[in-house]
């Protein structure tokens, strides 16, 4: 254990704390030796104060890890933020500026102009946004955000499409699962047997990011993508997994062929959590699906499917990805991996 990187959890009792938790249980590169939380839980064992919900036990090395508030020392290089968004801003800052290495999930910081949005296995030249941070410059320290949890599943399926072909126009309209919303998230009378059309904050993270995600670094900035995404945002009765459905136009006239050929394309980072396959494809129109797709590649695979004509724009595709796992804690330690193979983190 000694010859790992020490980490530690920030609002470690929440539901994305709790994933990173559970992920780094056994990780070849992260020992977890840190949690921290809000002032209410400070000082107590984490096994006493947390209502875990994952469905493997809390690792050993961690059960009787004390909370710590988050303006405390820490005896960790690389910082995991599970924070809600109504404190991670100021925290995140604070301990960068200390010289941590800081791998946030919120919503803070995915837009400052100095600040990598990243899927690395999209735009990893990003990270070198990284040089630019004023808390880089002084103390060594960084902020890394990975996206919204349906912007992953959005990017992922359209990088090898604007990549060889461009986009003009995206339309989604997303099914969410619960899980999404956090502990306890969504009451069940308002949600079983019921479609809950709206999510606060969430056409708009997915009508942005992908923009910052596949735009090009000139000087000090991230210059955006050209084209137009506009989404609908729906909370269905699935506890895990985000299904959507996408349409697209290209800018230039292509194939079914040459576009499903495209997202075989994707280089295997070759880090402890990437999957075997990035984006798989099915033929079959009924797939993917949460209950047959959820886990695929220890749910960092994103499936999309039944690639047709579409009558408004050019295409139309149903895409689908694990939230928790690929588009929020399984990402942060997908980034924070790729950290350490690049020396960023040392």
Avoid at 96 to 107: L, T
Avoid at 127 to 134: G, N, R, S
Avoid at 162 to 169: D, P
Avoid at 225 to 247: E, L, W
Wanted: hydrophobic share 35%; aromatic share 8%; glycine share 8%.
């Amino acid at each position: 254990m000694s010859s790992k990187i020490k980490a530690g959890v920030l609002g470690c009792t929440g539901a994305v704390g709790q994933k990173l938790i559970s992920l780094l249980g056994n990780h070849p590169l992260f020992e977890v030796t840190e949690v921290a939380a809000s002032d209410n839980s400070a000082g107590i064992k984490y096994s006493e104060r947390v209502n875990w919900k994952e469905a493997s036990d809390i690792p050993v090395a961690v059960k009787n890890l004390t909370i710590k508030k988050c303006s405390e020392e820490l005896d960790a290089k690389i910082l995991f933020s599970g924070l809600d968004s109504n404190v991670a801003g100021e925290i995140e800052e604070f301990y960068a500026s200390k010289g941590y290495a800081v791998v946030s999930n919120s919503k803070n910081h995915r837009m400052s102009a100095d600040v990598p949005l990243i899927i690395p296995e999209v735009n990893y030249t990003h990270f070198d946004l990284i040089h630019k941070q004023e808390s880089y410059k002084k103390s060594g320290g960084f902020i890394v955000t990975n996206p919204n949890c349906s912007t992953v599943v959005l990017a992922v399926t359209l990088y090898p499409v604007y990549k060889k072909f461009g986009l003009k126009k995206v339309m989604v309209t997303t099914m969410q699962a619960i899980s999404g919303a956090g502990y306890p998230g969504i009451p069940s009378m308002d949600i079983l047997g019921n479609v809950v059309p709206h999510i606060k904050d969430e056409e708009d993270k997915m009508q942005t990011e992908p923009l910052k995600i596949f735009g090009t670094i000139e000087g000090k900035e991230v210059i955006f993508a050209d084209f137009k995404i506009s989404a609908s945002c729906n909370r269905v009765p699935v506890r895990d997994g985000h299904t959507m459905s996408i349409s697209f136009e290209t800018e230039k006239k292509t194939s079914k062929d040459e576009i499903v050929n495209s997202f075989g394309e994707y280089e295997n980072l070759g880090l402890p959590s990437s999957p075997e396959t990035v984006l798989k494809y099915f033929s079959d129109p009924f797939r993917p699906q949460p209950l047959l797709d959820g886990m695929s590649g220890g749910g960092m695979t994103v499936s999309a499917g039944n690639l047709r004509k579409c009558n408004i724009l050019d295409w139309k595709i149903n895409a689908f990805g694990h939230n928790t796992i690929r588009g929020a804690a399984g990402a942060a330690i997908l980034n924070a991996e790729y950290l350490v193979k690049n020396k960023f983190v040392k």
